[in-house]
């Protein structure tokens, strides 16, 4: 479990990031939206793919790229879409080039169905690309010696998902993901799967350092509204992990103890 100490800022690769939320810019209804959701919600980064499909050219093309450097947030690279180690490696490569980041999202994905990670290859990767100079934040499953093999590879922050990309079903195996967060020492995203403001906050208050985001918010029917929530959230749950939640109980605890006070007060 992370320590609680007096500075609470989110540290990445040693850079400090003032919000815990990171966004995702795809499938907003229009690029206005996106902007107006960023405004609301301060993420620390933004997410964004080479390979990136918009369904007009306002999405896809020079605007786009416009509107990144507009948002005056930093972007984070991702390799969304590839399903090789050279695929991955030689996008993150040209992302350096095109965003001037050293940052890279790996995602490397093992079926296209449920676009669950190549769990076999990923930790490969993740190594060619560290030695190769880059921040790597990979996306992958809560396998717990996967994740620690992805740190002793030189991974400084791991995003596992809460369930498969898009599903907005939230955590969907709790213990897998507590025990992850009991074990591993670096901080953890939770990338994949969160579909309302509660299950961010559940996360939040299971000690997860940040959350990813993007369909949940740019398929919601107000997206500005939906950022803004969801930051709210991961304030509090992070708020409330940091404040110690009370122990469980198995049988009913009086909120007003009956020890010390008068008889005819009691029953």
């Known amino acids: 479990m992370n320590t609680k100490t007096t ?3 989110l ?14 810019t795809s499938r907003y209804p229009s690029p206005a ?5 960023v405004e609301r919600s301060r993420p620390a980064m933004v997410t964004a793919s080479l390979r990136r499909q918009g369904s007009n050219a306002a999405e896809t093309g020079a605007s786009f790229w416009e509107l990144l450097r507009k948002l005056n947030v930093p ?3 991702n390799t ?4 090789t180690i050279q695929e991955a490696v030689t996008t993150a490569q040209m992302a350096r080039e095109v965003f001037d980041t050293p940052w890279i999202k790996l995602e490397l994905i093992g079926d296209d169905y449920t676009l669950q990670p190549d769990t076999l290859n990923l930790v490969e990767a993740a190594s060619i690309l560290i030695k190769d100079g880059f921040q790597v934040l990979p996306y992958t499953t809560y396998d717990l010696v996967l994740c620690q093999k992805l740190v002793d590879v030189g991974c400084q922050a791991i995003m596992p998902w809460a369930a498969p990309i898009g599903t907005g079903r939230g955590p969907i195996n709790p213990y897998a993901m507590q025990m992850l967060r009991e074990r591993l020492k670096v901080p953890l995203i939770v990338d ?18 940040a959350v990813l985001l993007n369909t949940a918010v740019a398929l919601s029917e107000d997206p500005v509204a939906m950022a803004g929530a969801f930051s709210d959230a991961v304030n509090a749950g992070h708020a409330a992990w940091r404040a110690g939640a009370m122990a469980e109980q198995n049988a009913a605890q009086p909120s007003t103890p009956v020890l010390g006070t008068p008889f005819w007060h009691q029953e």
């Open 80 to 83: 969304a879409g590839c399903m």
């Open 7 to 9: 500075d609470d800022t």
């Open 11 to 24: 540290v990445l690769y040693g850079q400090r990031f003032e919000s815990r939320l990171l966004l995702g």
């Open 75 to 77: 972007v984070l690279p």
């Open 33 to 37: 939206i996106l902007e107006a959701a």
């Open 192 to 209: 994949a799967g969160l579909g309302r403001p509660s299950h961010a906050c559940t996360v939040m208050e299971w000690g997860y350092d």
